[in-house]
């Protein structure tokens, strides 16, 4: 084959470089998972790129044809030192000759990085040190924009970590306390528990009355009050007063007061341990009408029809929200929640009516309507349907302004109001079947803000796919878990793929020091330059970990480590149920204040 022309090399600083340097340089800088994925990968970098490097004020770029193919072939495990220069690299010398500054050194030319010194040498990327070592480089997202961002850092784990300490106490009590023995749990306790006292109390009472059993009007009360604290345990209201109030807590009190307060979202308890304590009651209830059915004493089907229905839904209710069911079908468990609970209420006004014109037609009984009034059930029920209706009241549907960030997140924007950080905000397509929740993020000029949405699902998919132009809102934003981290002085945040969303929420308003650890796949890529910078303006040491380039880490030293290297008092982690578990569990069981979501928060 005739030899050809051979263009002048390109002048980069005293260094040359032909297509094979260029494509060397490219492959030895991925990952071998990437450089397994071959030319046609998006991820790859091949001579096409421009390579930037500014000289005499000028930014001069490579063009393809500029470039020598040659055959000579590369393999970073196989460098070295002197096969480095003969291939025309720079190495540690050409450097010293120059008083160029490099984070390389002969054992990295050894191990294969002396690609690393090319990059730095002709100023396409510049190469960042984590704050943990080894040095790595973060990678663009864009084809269009190939050059890279030197204003955050992708990190790895580090070698050095500090050692976990031994977890507390014994497997079989560490397991009980923090999986069967939550505040969750103790919580359902103690509301379930103090119920039952009361039950058992009334039925011994009156085991020997005529007719048998306590009376039904007090049973009915007993049931509608445990409803009632179900519902207000529930409401938007009541949640943003209670952490209004737990978040007053000063910083100069014990951190032991300050664990506990911390752990107010799990004040669902409250509301599952009312709601299971409210169906036995209603069980009670259905046996004692029954039996005043059965014996005669009082001939009145409507009630008994009534009662039974009603009994039905409670129960469908309860069982369709046990974890198991729940997390199954989600879409189930929220319709047979929505509907059969606004059924419920519907046929307890119903069944009130009924229970007051039988009193009322007694010998010397008050009016249909003083017997009604003198109900404590109806008052209660009048509270009730009040707060059902009231998120219904404040449905619209507001503009939204989508921002595809890649084929995994969106970020879709808002206008229609203002709003603080650190709330969660329930958004729809169609507000009768299913509502989402997810955290607002504060613009900067505060007169908008905006929401991070991931794939997970057919709905989440659906928006990044087919991206709405405007979404069913109803009631007002709810305060999230991340609001207690304000009581403590230090903070480190634990977070995965768009849980950087709430996170993000609570960096950019938080008025302590605060860490960040962040490991997801491809982070500037899935969630766009805009994110990133967010992210480093609010924590320029934040740890982000690209999973597609060094795996999933062990997010539990990981946080120990920040844990310790900060100084903090607590550790918050926003991530997948099952992760979230996990850490939350790890460090609590050696004693570090850890929190996080839990499947009824």
Not at 176 to 192: G, K, P, S
Not at 271 to 276: D, P, T
Not at 296 to 305: E, L, S
Not at 433 to 454: M, N, R, T, Y
């Amino acid at each position: 084959m005739a030899q050809q022309s051979r263009p002048e090399p390109l002048d980069l600083g005293k260094t040359s470089i032909n297509s094979s340097t260029a494509d060397s340089l490219a492959t030895a800088m991925e990952s071998p998972a990437e450089r397994s994925q071959g030319a046609s990968s998006p991820d790859s970098y091949h001579t096409t790129h421009q390579i930037n490097n500014t000289t005499d004020g000028e930014n001069i770029k490579a063009d393809p044809s500029d470039l020598i193919v040659t055959d000579v072939s590369f393999r970073a495990e196989t460098m070295t030192t002197t096969k480095a220069s003969s291939l025309g690299y720079p190495t540690e010398n050409m450097f010293e000759d120059e008083s160029i500054t490099s984070g390389s050194s002969s054992d990295d030319l050894e191990k294969g990085m002396a690609p690393v010194l090319v990059q730095q040498q002709i100023g396409a990327n510049e190469i960042e040190k984590s704050d943990i070592e080894p040095t790595v480089r973060e990678r663009g997202s864009h084809a269009a924009n190939s050059s890279y961002n030197s204003s955050w850092r992708i990190s790895v784990p580090p070698v050095d970590m500090p050692k976990l300490p031994v977890k507390r106490e014994r497997r079989i009590w560490r397991g009980l306390r923090h999986n069967f023995f939550t505040v969750y749990q103790r919580l359902f306790a103690i509301c379930f528990i103090a119920n039952m006292i009361a039950f058992v109390i009334l039925l011994a009472q009156n085991r020997y009355s005529k007719p048998w059993g306590p009376d039904r009007g007090g049973i009915a009360t007993a049931a509608a009050s445990n409803i009632l604290a179900a519902f207000l345990i529930r409401q938007e209201n009541v949640i943003n007063s209670l952490y209004a109030v737990c978040c007053a807590t000063p910083s100069w009190f014990p951190l032991r007061f300050r664990r506990i307060v911390a752990k107010l979202y799990h004040f669902g308890g409250v509301h599952s341990g009312c709601a299971v304590s409210a169906t036995v009651w209603f069980i009670l209830f259905t046996a004692l009408i029954t039996n005043d059915y059965t014996s005669g004493d009082r001939n009145q089907p409507g009630v008994v029809a009534v009662t039974y229905v009603l009994l039905a839904l409670f129960l469908s209710i309860c069982i369709f929200a046990i974890p198991k069911f729940r997390i199954f079908s989600h879409n189930t468990f929220e319709a047979v929640h929505r509907f059969a609970g606004w059924i419920a209420v519907g046929l307890f006004w119903v069944l009130i009516l009924l229970v007051s014109k039988a009193a009322s037609d007694l010998p010397g009984a008050d009016s249909f309507g003083m017997t009604v009034v003198k109900s404590p059930a109806f008052w209660i029920l009048l509270v009730i349907t009040f707060f059902t209706i009231l998120p219904w009241l404040r449905l619209r549907k507001v503009e939204a302004f989508p921002e595809v960030l890649s084929s995994h997140a969106i970020r879709i924007h808002f206008k229609y109001m203002k709003i603080g950080p650190i709330l969660g905000l329930r958004i729809s397509d169609n507000p009768l079947k299913e509502w989402h929740a997810f955290a607002s993020i504060p613009a900067p000029d505060g007169q908008s803000f905006s929401l991070i949405v991931s794939d997970a699902g057919d709905w989440t998919k659906r928006q990044i796919m087919e991206p709405a132009h405007a979404y069913w809102v109803r009631g007002i934003p709810i305060t999230g878990v991340l609001r207690m981290a304000i009581v403590f002085r230090r903070v480190v945040m634990v977070t995965t793929g768009s849980g950087i969303g709430p996170v993000l929420s609570m960096l950019v308003s938080h008025p302590m020091p605060c860490r960040l650890l962040w490991s997801t796949p491809n982070p500037e890529k899935t969630y766009g330059e805009n994110i990133m910078e967010s992210v480093c303006k609010a924590d320029p040491d934040a740890m982000i970990i690209n999973t597609r380039a060094s795996g999933r880490p062990d997010m539990v030293a990981l946080a120990y480590h920040l844990y310790i290297q900060s100084n903090a008092e607590a550790v918050f982690c926003i991530s997948n149920p099952s992760l979230t578990r996990k850490v939350v569990y790890g460090l609590e069981s050696r004693g570090i204040p850890a929190y996080g979501p839990i499947w009824d928060s």
